[in-house]
């Protein structure tokens, strides 16, 4: 038996790494994350006013969706004004999300530090300009998350009941600014990148058309704000509501690697055979894009009926679907901060509901984050003091996909005799939008 | 001139502190002449191999905590080969947030075994306990933060790549820096060892929150009052750490009406931060009597979680290991 270990993964945000064996009966692949943060032993014991702060560090939104936990915690509803300011941070980090990880793309054959006059000097003068154009998207939509919840990596404004702080005049017309910029530089690179990368198939050694037979899809339905999973035709297998997730999904786990896996609790861990299971799911923009209802804004729907098309075309999902879905929601988010960046949403006479004193002894919240569904349930004592937490982080969790992609990056590099650097190189971009 | 060859790493953490570096945006690929990236897995996908194969690199700039042998492993490694080492953020200064794990102890470890014929990979064995980066092997500089503001991080990378070619980009830095470390700075001089890149007062310098009396009769949890706008937040009787944390930030965290969690450290001269904290609180008690204080302090949860959030597993000298005074 051979064995190769590819390590570490390119744009992982945890250390990740691939190891593959290859005997007379095929290749196995595993995925293995090699260490992660234990969330649940840092948490236990902490006021749990202090958990927006600490699971920000799992991923941004995590602030977000912490502090939901908390309102329902603490039966503080927040005031609108506070909403909207969270609203508004949650897009500017669905924006800075998908632009990094288009960054990545940019970046995925070219080193992203050679000097610029030498880049824009090449053959591939467009890439170099979208570059540009996607750090500038990147670098606006982080400044606007810094306004919005005082830093961009790890936010601190969202507290239970609301926020805690008021915006200024200067900060009412710089968003308006940030806002307006963002969303020419989205829909220029939403052309851009059809037109100079998504359709160049032979510079990505034809990668971006791999496909794969997609598990179920997990989202959260705008309208009604129940949790649906469909099918990989687009019929719904279930629907309930939010409060219900932690009985819906449980999570496996394999002695090669510290992330478990999401799957459906009441069809049971069956593996990681998409063909054969039916209690996987997956999460993410290219869910939420073919699944989660129309989008309301108009460029993002145009470019979203573009998507359906592409995938009307075939029965499985393409890596090239997963980018434009990453475009598609980059639009979608931009075109959000457009309509709600304004000073009429972020004025108010409160910014926080002070909780009442009939506090329950559990909250829980989920939220659609840049990288997909996640959900947080805490259960705490008299002082509030946390005495055991669950946090879902599909996006994270529900790697099973990416072991699927990851799988079947290796059987196409195999079947065209790619060498390891190639194949990493295969790995880790077919990965790049799905994490 | 010969360009400094860098290497950017991060252990057990978020990546938040490489993408502060990413952040920095167009001013990184303007070190591309004075630095040559020979080993950055996250963005240049760089393999042990690559790493094995140097033998020396200038500066390695090494992010997130140490809770596994291969972390550990790779920390030694890098201080092995590189001539200036920083620990960028509060993971690879203090342990930061995956250090409060040392608060309760491991359920289980994964065995670390070699893998047997047809069976699946093994995976690197946990430590029992977070370490920080500085708790493994001696760090040239630290940047803190959680994660560490781009003007400073830009500043150090200025002063041990630059080589005496830092400009006025860096002059935002600067002023925040103590003068010694902004003269050395623009002077393109490498600054002492062991120096932080922040400031020397505490946050409290830097906080543009209104100072007047630090009295209160009960503390406060960030869920039960409404807030003085503008107000000290200790004045008003919420756990702030301001006072014993150090500055560089600018006061960011009570910008936004949230306390200080000490991720810059503890500020020059002070032994202990949680110490200090106890000694600062307890002083501003409004009442003399015995069981009044008593029952002040029976209020107050979690003081190891709150004073320690980033810094348990190098800075709480209770729990230190090599503890000297």
Redesign the interface.
Known sequence: ?Q?T?????????Q?TRI?V?V?AGGA?T?L?V?????VE??C????V??LP??TS???PAHHLVSAMA?DNL?K?APPEPALHIRDALLHALFAAHHA?KLY?LL?SRD??????RLRAAGPRVACHELLTET?SC??LA?EAAAIL??????P??A???GV???LKQVHYERLTDIAQSCRVLAVKMAHDFSEHVLNDGPTHDGLLQMEIRPPHALTLAQESGEVVVRDAHGQDVDRFAPERIFEKVSLHR?????EPFAYLAETGWKGFDAEASDSLFFVGPLSRVCGGGAISTPRAEELQGQLTEILAASPGITVEAAFRALLVELVAATERMETIYRQENFVGPSF?T??SVERGNVGIAVLESPGGFIAHRYHVDD???VQKIEVLDAAAENNALCCLVARKAVEEAMARNLRPAQT??MI?TSLLPFR | MRRSTLAVFTGTGCRACEHAILDIHHQVASLTPAAEIAFWPFVMGHQWEDLERLSHLDVCVIAGAVCTEDDRHAVETLRGKSHIMIACGACAAFGGLPGLANLRPAVEEHAASAPKEDEPPSLPRLAGRVSAVSGVVEVDYVVPGCPPTQGLLWAALQTVLGRGEATSRVSFACGRLPESLALALTAGVLPRKGTTFGGEKAVCASCSRVKEEKKFSAPYRPFEPAQDTGRCLLEQGLVCQGLATREGCGGLCTAVGAPCRGCFGKATDIYDAGAKMVSAISSTFDTTDGKEARAIADKFVDLAGTFYRYTLAEQCVLLSRDRKE
Do not use: K
Not at chain 1, 34 to 38: A, C
Not at chain 1, 44 to 47: A, H, M, N, T, W
Not at chain 1, 254 to 258: F, N, P, Q
């Open positions: 038996m064995s270990m590819l390590q570490t993964l390119r744009w992982s945000e250390p190891a064996s005997s196995e595993y293995q090699t260490s992660r943060v234990d032993r840092v236990l014991g902490r006021p006013e202090e702060r600490i560090l799992l991923s908390l603490f503080a990094r990545f970046c080193n992203p530090f050679r000097e610029f750090m990147l670098g982080q919840g005082g830093r961009p990596d790890h601190l404004s507290v239970a009941g805690g702080m008021s394999e002695a090669w690697t510290y926080r002070v909780p002082r509030a003091i990493r190189s880790e």
